[in-house]
């Protein structure tokens, strides 16, 4: 059976060398969970900001249009 010398050759021997590699591998997870977590918040913010737009697009084409507006926009969503 491999021992941690051969399976890890890079790690440092020491305990405090090992707490500090630790230690900053775990601040790394963590920025990186945040910055996953500001990621998604912002997709969400740009979906809302989309579904507001095709809403006030449809409010738009209902006033030019009239009632053919609702005819255009289903035809138009069915072939995308």
């Given at each position: 059976m491999p021992d941690a010398k051969t399976s890890f050759p890079n790690l440092p021997e020491d305990k405090e060398s090992l707490k500090a590699m630790l230690c900053s591998l775990l601040r790394e997870r963590d920025r990186e969970k945040q910055r996953a977590q500001e990621q998604t918040k912002r997709a969400d913010d740009l979906h809302v900001e989309n579904l507001r737009l095709q809403v006030?697009?449809?409010?738009?084409k209902k006033w030019y249009y009239g009632p053919r507006s609702i005819a255009l926009s289903l035809c138009h969503w069915s072939r995308s």
């Open positions: 006030e697009l449809a409010r738009y």
